[in-house]
T-cell receptor
């Protein structure tokens, strides 16, 4: 069974551009979480989607947004990129009524 | 808004048991204790979770105190590959009113040495 897959694995953008990161959850999982992990720091909660709806978001500016598609895959969009947005972006999925989260290997975004 | 407190770092000799403590003194009755670990630059890996009874699986054991205000993750025979950051998390049961986002704290950096 395929795990959580994220694409691309690496992304380099210049300041002011937009970045789009994608996540495919484990088959049957309906919840998707997004996290930002800056170098040497912990995981900062970004967004939580379940059944196509945004359930909660962390303390991030509105230029961080996303969506969940009918097939439960998800997209994270970061507009007007800033240098400090450089980080590992991790996606996790869970069954709606289950508890363990399974993580992808992340997308490393570098803003230059 | 993590609800757990963990030591910043710990050391363990290879082959010995690694006991990682976690304080969750404000845990609610409907909240589970979860443990994850993150090996350098990889996505976090689920280890184990429990509500009030001790739990064991192929990776580790989880000991939760009777008052549920703290817990200990035990890796019975630590190996070099267990070097990672270990996160303790509390989260309400699915379907309950407290079922919230999954929030990670800063974790414990475990270094297993030869």
């Amino acid at each position: 069974e395929a795990g959580v897959t994220q694409s691309p694995t690496h992304l380099i953008k210049t300041r002011g551009q937009q970045a789009t990161l994608r996540c495919s959850p484990i088959s049957g999982h309906t919840s998707v979480y997004w996290y930002q992990q800056a170098l040497g720091l912990g995981l900062q909660f970004l967004l939580w989607y379940d059944e196509g709806e945004e359930r909660n978001r962390g303390n991030f500016p509105p230029r961080f947004s996303g969506r969940q598609f009918p097939n439960y895959s998800s997209e994270l969009n970061v507009n007007a990129l800033e240098l400090e947005d450089s980080a590992l972006y991790l996606c996790a999925s869970t069954l709606q009524m289950n508890t363990e989260a399974f993580f992808g290997q992340g997308t490393r975004l570098t803003v230059v | 808004d993590a609800k757990t407190t963990q030591p910043t770092s710990m050391d363990c000799a290879e082959g010995r048991a690694a006991n990682l403590p976690c304080n969750h003194s404000t845990i609610s009755g409907n909240e589970y204790v979860y443990w994850y670990r993150q090996i350098h630059s990889q996505g976090p890996q689920y280890i184990i979770h429990g509500l009030k009874n001790n739990e064991t699986n192929e990776m580790a054991s989880l000991i939760i105190t009777e008052d549920r205000k703290s817990s200990t993750l035990i890796l019975p025979h630590a190996t070099l590959r267990d070097t990672a950051v270990y996160y303790c998390i509390v989260r309400a049961t699915p379907g309950s009113t407290g079922f919230q986002k999954l929030v990670f704290g800063t974790g414990t950096r475990l270094l297993v040495s030869p």
